[in-house]
């Protein structure tokens, strides 16, 4: 069942991705590389070299389920991201193609 939204976590692979790697090379690059564990639950983001190819790796209960897009044209732009990890709406964005050049994000009241 397709189960991804904001509530999940995103991170994003800091280097390039052999578009070759299935299930077990990419929980690899997730502890060797990330030092993270693949079935957190946490949603892995992984580019190839072009941009053009992205897989997301997600855990979900009873197993791990496998994103994969390829572009016909144009290239994936990533954000410019703290610590690796993407907000949903980054995420969002950079699957739909859209680049923000300028944005201001206003300051709200939080309890925190």
Not at 44 to 62: A, D, P, Q
Request: proline share 2%; aromatic share 14%.
């Amino acid at each position: 069942m397709f189960a991804l939204g904001s509530s999940h976590r995103f991170y994003l692979y800091d280097g390039f991705c052999d578009m070759r790697k299935s299930f077990d090379g990419l929980c690899g690059l997730i502890s060797s590389g990330m030092q993270r564990q693949a079935t957190s639950g946490e949603v892995f983001v992984f580019l190839n070299r072009s941009r053009t190819h992205m897989k997301l790796l997600h855990w979900e209960k009873g197993g791990f389920v496998l994103y994969y897009k390829r572009l016909e044209s144009g290239t994936f732009m990533p954000p410019s991201v703290k610590n690796g990890e993407l907000s949903w709406s980054d995420l969002v964005l950079m699957v739909e193609g859209i680049q923000v050049v300028k944005s201001i994000q206003k300051r709200r009241f939080s309890l925190s």
